[in-house]
């Protein structure tokens, strides 16, 4: 019995470690697929990255489709498999060419960099109706027609410091610089749009 079981361990052991080298094989292959594509994806957007990356996994999957299939069953089918190679090749990737992952990871960064830049920003005037300090500091201004503009208070701006000091107060006139970003809403269990304040001045 005891034999049996040494023997069974033995085998299992002998299986982890053949699963574990098929994925530093995969990343290896990976790695040299994804380096030999810094160059072409330089100025590339986030998602033409992704399919690139997507594309290499998939050219060494091909190549040890069999050993795969044995750790993970038949990732093109099964929901969520190919995700879990792709997560557990990454992983592997992060010990082998964390210089390829940098990059690519500096070049998705200054795509957002760039888009955060060429985000459009809208421009109110009016008067403070009320400031409520919530779980995000929450400003409400009536514009010159009228109408109600619920604005948050997210990230640093120049001149934040007149809402966070509390240095502007009901009723003063003032001109706000924001933009929109969809953000989760809990209580409505949905996505929806919310106006960030990017710049305020007391007029």
């Not at 795969?68 to 990454?90: F, I, Q, S, W």
């Not at 070049?107 to 008067?127: A, K, L, N, P």
């Not at 107060?169 to 996505?191: I, M």
């Amino acid at each position: 019995m005891k034999k049996s079981l040494l023997v069974f361990a033995f085998a299992l052991f002998f299986s982890n470690a053949q699963s574990q080298d098929i994925l530093d094989i995969m990343a290896k292959e990976v790695c040299s697929c994804a380096g030999g594509k810094k160059e072409t994806l330089k100025g590339a957007d986030s998602q033409k990255m992704q399919m690139e990356l997507g594309l290499c996994i998939i050219s060494s999957f091909s190549n040890h489709e069999k050993e795969v299939t044995a750790k993970y069953g038949n990732v093109m089918e099964a929901d969520g498999a190919m995700e879990k190679l792709g997560g557990d090749v990454g992983m592997k990737m992060a010990g082998i060419c964390p210089d390829v992952l940098m990059s690519l990871a500096e070049m998705g960064m200054s795509e957002i960099d760039s888009t955060e830049v060429e985000q459009e920003h809208s421009t109110v005037e009016g008067r403070i109706v009320e400031i409520k300090p919530e779980q995000f500091l929450t400003v409400v201004i009536k514009d010159n027609s009228g109408r109600n503009h619920t604005m948050l208070v997210l990230t640093f701006f120049e001149d934040s410091n007149l809402l966070i000091e509390n240095k502007l107060k009901k009723n003063d006139k003032v001109s706000v610089d924001y933009w929109e970003q969809e953000f989760y809403d809990v209580k409505a269990k949905d996505f929806r749009y919310y106006k960030v304040i990017q710049g305020i001045k007391k007029i």
